[in-house]
C-alpha cells in the first residue's frame, strides 16, 4: 500500500528488490531444473504417491491442476495438486515440487505444530490482509485514529501468519528432500543438488513475503505516530 508524498516508501525498496530477485531465482530454477530428467525417469505424480506410501498415509488424493507453479496441497480435502509438468514430469522439478507439496501432507497427518496453528491464524491473516490496509487508510485521510489503531491490529495479524508460514515452508522442504533420498528417488550429486537448489529458491519468496509485511507495519506504526 503506497500513500502520496509518503516518506517511509524508502523502506520498502530493499524489499521489493528482494521481492523480485526471490520470484527471477524461483522462474530461472525451475525453468533449469524442469530440463534435467531425473535417473529413475519417474513422474512427480508417481513419486508423491510413493512417499506417501512409505509414510504410511492412505487417504491423500494426487490430483492434477490446471496451470503452471499452482502446485499446492489442500488439508481440507486432502488432496495434493501437481500442475500439469509437475505430475507427468520426470525432471528434477517435478520430483522437487511434488514432494514438497507431500511434505505438507506429512506435516499434516502428523500433527505438525506450525501447519496446524496456521490453519488457525488463516481466518485472522484474511481479514487483516483484507481491511488492515483500507481501514487505516480511512483513519489516515479522515484523522479517525481509532481506525488506524484498528488497522494496525488486523494487519499484525496478517503479519504473524506470514511468521508461522516460514517454518512451515522451510520444514515441508527439509522432509521433501529427506523422503527423496529415503526413497531412493534422487542420487547425491545433481539431482540432491539440484533439489536443494529448486526447494531453497522458493522458500526465499517466503521470505520476501514475511520481510514486506513486516517493513509495511514499521511504515503504518511510523504514519501513525506521526500524527500524535
Known sequence: MFF???PTMILIIPVLILTFWA??????NYKKYLGIRSSLNISGAEVA????????????VIMEEPGELTDHYNP?????????????GTSIASLSIAAHEVGHAIQHAKGYY??????????AANIGSNFGFPLFLIGLLFS?????????????????FHLVTLPVEFNASYRAIGELERGGF???????????????AAAMTYVASALMALVQLIRLLILRNSRD
Do not use: W
Request: proline share 5%; glycine share 8%; aromatic share 8%.
Open 49 to 60: 504417491q510413493r512417499i506417501l506410501q512409505q509414510n504410511g498415509i492412505h487417504d491423500v
Open 186 to 200: 534422487i542420487n547425491v550429486g545433481l539431482e540432491k543438488s539440484g533439489c536443494k537448489s529448486m526447494l531453497s
Open 23 to 28: 520470484q527471477m531465482k524461483v522462474k530461472s
Open 144 to 160: 479517525f485514529p481509532f481506525l488506524m489503531d484498528i488497522g494496525i491490529i488486523f494487519f499484525a495479524g496478517a503479519l504473524i
Open 114 to 123: 506450525p501447519v496446524i496453528l496456521r490453519g488457525k491464524l488463516l481466518p
Open 76 to 88: 481440507a480435502t486432502k488432496e495434493v495438486h501437481l500442475s500439469e509438468h509437475i505430475y507427468h
Open 4 to 6: 502520496p508524498f509518503d
